[in-house]
């Protein structure tokens, strides 16, 4: 990032001289009033917002995938299927003379993501054989797969219990080990019996082969069998080998001796994994606010899962000079309050937000501010993280700020969105289903604001 002498005197400022303040409508941190620096606070300015529905997204790419349904009572209800590319744990893999399958089961890992209720719900998980190869990516793709169903899980899902399982280790004893969270799926014995163990060893020769023939797999909640309080999405982690489809199938040995085997085709990312997701804000204001772009409300709304974010602008921040001279932005935050009454378990507030811009081509850029942070190794600085005990969030804005009023910047379109707690995005958020409801400027409770703390110059 390159910065002038003022924007890296304003950094610094940020850095070190505002890390807190007593005054929570003024900047917002706390800190010794004693060490505060002198200056003038401004925080009217007039912010517009809107709430506008995120695009598609690649879900190829995603560092964990969704599964799951919710019906929010603000948001209406959102589901998410997936359809899975299945590999040979090994190339010309060989199940030996007779195989005879005695269990298979599909093992998708739970990832670091889950929400919505553990509590009470029950989930009834579909699998089916896919149709065709996945060549198709984006969120709103369906990906078709046979009526026949080969596979089905209803239960609680518990994101963070482990689970113990039975390894079976080829001649020797059987053991017992302990596994982190995952949803296992028993398949039908037939369907895996006839179209992987009856394979020759030819058809598992590269993984092209087998993907020709075997297509792969597709999850999807039945809304019909589930058992719905509030319900939840899950997120499996297929970026290493621990999501697959284990077989326990029992061969004869060269000396004619019946061998018990465990053997594991991986699931994973690298091998083509995509997400359908689907939202229905029928009847929510959600739609109401999407179908009168042009109304100001108070408030507006946000949901990750490529669901609806906030655009906001700074209609007068040009003009400031005009009203207040020439200035230098010692503090700038944005503070984004939730709407009281709008969230509670199940549906707690996006633990994260991140702010981005768009740039005169309308495409989503990073502001300066979280720029600078993050090439200074605190990019947390930047702000966005929930404040249960304030229930807000807050921005560091200053040299974003600043830019505008210079009129370095041109505000083409500010936007508030979910994201990841462990994954800042200024692209539609796949890695995380929470939702937040904020405040507008115009609401008399809890509103959006921006607060600027400056020091006039000549």
């Known amino acids: 990032m390159k910065f002038t002498k003022q924007d890296l005197l304003t950094l610094l400022i940020s850095l070190f001289l505002f890390a807190s303040c007593k005054n929570p409508d003024g900047v917002g941190l706390d800190v010794d009033p004693n060490s505060a620096i002198v200056g003038t606070l401004v925080n009217t300015e007039r912010i517009t917002s809107s709430t506008v529905r995120e695009g598609d997204i690649t879900t190829s790419t995603l560092s964990q995938h ?3 349904y919710m019906v929010d009572p ?15 744990s090994a190339l010309s893999y060989d199940f030996g003379t007779s195989p005879i399958l005695d269990s298979a089961v599909l093992v998708l890992n739970l990832g670091t993501q889950f929400y919505g209720d553990t509590t009470t719900s029950k989930y009834s998980i579909d699998v089916y054989q ?14 078709a797969h046979n009526s026949t169903l080969v596979g089905n899980f209803n239960n609680k899902i518990f994101p963070k219990t482990p689970i113990k399982v039975t390894d079976i280790v080829k001649g020797k004893a059987d053991t017992l080990k302990t ?35 075997f297509k792969g797999l597709y999850a999807e909640i039945n809304k019909t069998s589930s058992t719905i309080a509030g319900g939840g999405i899950a ?30 085709f991986p699931i994973t990312s690298a091998n083509t994994v995509t997400a359908n997701i689907k939202h229905d804000y029928v009847g929510t204001e959600v739609q109401t606010q999407l179908s009168n772009p042009g109304t100001q409300y108070n408030v507006t709304y946000l949901q990750a899962l490529a669901g609806v974010k906030t655009k906001i602008s700074f209609p007068t921040l040009a003009d400031f000079t005009n009203t207040y001279g020439k200035v230098v932005v010692n503090k700038a935050e944005l503070v984004v309050d939730l709407s009281t009454g709008t969230f509670a378990n199940p549906f707690a507030p996006a633990e ?27 990019a947390n600085l930047f702000g966005g993280f929930y404040d249960s005990l304030k229930n807000r969030y807050v921005f560091n804005v200053t040299s974003y700020v600043q830019s505008i009023i210079d009129k370095k910047i041109i505000d083409y379109g500010t936007f508030i969105a979910p994201t990841s707690a462990t994954e800042f995005q ?33």
């Open 66 to 68: 969704p599964l799951g």
């Open 74 to 88: 603000t948001f209406g209800k959102t589901e998410a299927s997936l359809a899975m590319t299945v590999v040979p």
């Open 130 to 143: 896919l149709t065709n190869k996945i060549t198709t990516f984006k969120s709103s793709d369906v990906q």
């Open 179 to 213: 596994l982190k969270a995952q949803i296992r799926i028993p398949l039908n014995k037939a369907f895996i019996q006839s179209t992987i163990l009856s394979l020759p060893s030819t058809a598992t020769s590269s993984n092209a082969k087998f993907i020709d023939y």
């Open 235 to 264: 997120f499996i982690d297929f970026a290493s080998t621990n999501s697959y489809v284990q077989m326990v199938y029992k061969t004869t040995n060269s000396s004619s001796v019946i061998d018990t085997v465990s053997v594991n």
């Open 352 to 378: 994260r937000l991140s702010l981005y811009r768009w740039d005169i081509a309308e495409q989503p850029t990073n502001l300066d501010d979280y720029s600078g942070y993050l090439s200074a190794g605190a």
């Open 426 to 458: 200024i692209t539609p958020s796949g890695t995380s289903a929470a939702r937040s409801v904020i405040g507008s400027f115009g609401n008399p409770t809890n509103k959006i604001k921006l607060n600027i703390y400056y020091t006039k110059i000549n």
